[in-house]
């Protein structure tokens, strides 16, 4: 009765039948957050402030939330424009409510985003790097690709949905496409990480067919699960 969500979705549909009434907003029924009501498709350079925005509200914790909103900008327009990599968004009435990322070669899109973008990346996160331990963590993601070993290059970067699409099938539509387009680009296998303790995405990947295939330490000691999907040329697990 006094789930988070639905009193998000109340918020929303009074404001937006206030914005009706001053003639802000055109005047449609709010309909219940689903997938059925979601557009997914492939995320232009202009989505990449909506991207950032989730990426930061929906892994606050993560390491690349701690380089700013300017950073992640830049990273997820470099994805967007990368041939080698997947960005997808789920769009209801014209606002994007999920994103979902992937590399047919972790290695590979570094690289290109630091010859390419690194310069300005720099400046964009410089206020944080002043800090030593950030510092220290984004030479120790920089170093991850290589200390991946025999694990897939390809991987699924990140997955963010609003709070009120969370539990309506947007991020399993969003993770589909991205493994389906990874497979289209030739990626046999394709890992995903997530911290140890983050059970909830451990269950939810797991629901998608991935394995737990290892354990990995990559900022000063932070143990995260590798999980690992397999896929046939048809794109199935």
Aim: charged share 25%.
């Amino acid at each position: 009765r006094f789930d988070e969500r639905r009193v998000l979705e109340a918020v929303v549909e009074a404001t937006r039948s206030v914005l009706a009434q001053a003639g802000r907003y055109p005047s449609v029924p709010f309909a219940t957050p689903s997938a059925r009501s979601t557009v997914v498709r492939p995320a232009r350079r202009k989505d990449a402030r909506a991207m950032a925005r989730l990426h930061r509200e929906s892994l606050p914790d993560s390491f690349l939330s701690t380089l700013g909103d300017g950073f992640l900008r830049r990273l997820y327009r470099a994805l967007s424009g990368d041939p080698r990599a997947v960005t997808l968004v789920a769009e209801r009435d014209s606002m994007v409510v999920g994103f979902a990322a992937g590399t047919r070669s972790v290695s590979g899109s570094y690289r290109r985003f630091l010859l390419r973008d690194g310069v300005g990346g720099f400046i964009a996160a410089a206020p944080r790097l002043v800090r030593p331990s950030v510092l220290r963590r984004v030479l120790e993601t920089a170093r991850y690709p290589r200390r991946a070993g025999q694990l897939p290059d390809s991987e699924l970067l990140a997955i963010a949905v609003e709070d009120a699409w969370r539990s309506t099938g947007v991020g399993r539509a969003l993770a589909d496409g991205v493994l389906d387009e990874l497979t289209r680009l030739g990626a046999p296998a394709v890992k995903v990480v997530v911290h140890v303790e983050n059970e909830d995405a451990v269950r939810f990947y797991q629901r998608l067919g991935f394995r737990p295939a290892a354990r990995i330490a990559i900022h000063n000691g932070e143990v995260s699960n590798v999980l690992v999907i397999e896929r046939n040329h048809r794109g199935h697990a």
